[in-house]
């Protein structure tokens, strides 16, 4: 059983099932809750994968590529490899409860529990993570997970640095790579590209 992140100083929940396991890496899902009025992650842009979310209650305002998307109950919105992407709850008075996916799964899934469970620690928001720890896993990512609106080139410096900062303080030691992190860069395992230095 996967921990729940239960964000609760920000109306916010990810709750991942065993998709990943079942599908061998081919797709990882869960459902989102996010709270009334409230955003989603900055814009950002998966390189590697294609992410769906299907609302099941309330109503989802995504931007993509800078062009809004609206969908009710019901209703899927895709997003492909490389577009720029961020949402919103778009009721002020209703949660948004939606399913999501990443296919194929890569390291998303274990960037957010990690992420997550240490945001929960730390009192319940992403703004209180621990700052070298995800610089260093932001660092880990950067050929599949990348920030929208800043260069790729900047975020390879100022994620570099910090992950080298990680690693000469130890901060870097309180991140548990998944094996896909772990190998020789360029490994091909199971048609999943493993991209890591």
Do not use: C
């Not at 992650?41 to 390189?47: D, E, I």
């Amino acid at each position: 059983m996967k921990q729940a992140i239960d964000l609760h100083k920000i109306g916010e929940k990810l709750e991942f099932n065993d998709a990943r396991e079942r599908s061998n890496g081919q797709r990882s899902e869960g459902i989102m809750t996010i709270g009334a009025g409230k955003k989603g992650p900055g814009a950002h842009k998966h390189t590697l994968q294609t992410e769906g979310f299907e609302v099941i209650s309330g109503r989802m305002i995504a931007i993509v590529n800078g062009k809004e998307v609206v969908a009710q109950a019901g209703e899927t919105i895709l997003v492909q490899p490389g577009e720029s992407h961020t949402f919103i709850n778009g009721s002020a008075t209703e949660p948004l409860v939606a399913k999501f996916w990443y296919e194929p799964a890569l390291n998303t899934e274990w960037m957010l529990q990690t992420m997550g469970e240490d945001a929960m620690k730390n009192g319940g928001d992403w703004d209180k993570m621990s700052i070298l720890p995800a610089l260093y896993m932001f660092y880990k990512l950067r050929h599949e997970y990348r920030f929208a609106g800043m260069p790729y080139w900047l975020q390879d410096v100022i994620f570099g640095i910090g992950a080298g900062i990680a690693k000469m303080t130890g901060a870097a030691k309180k991140v548990s790579l998944p094996e896909s992190l772990s190998q020789a860069r360029g490994t091909v395992r199971q048609g999943q590209v493993i991209t890591v230095n």
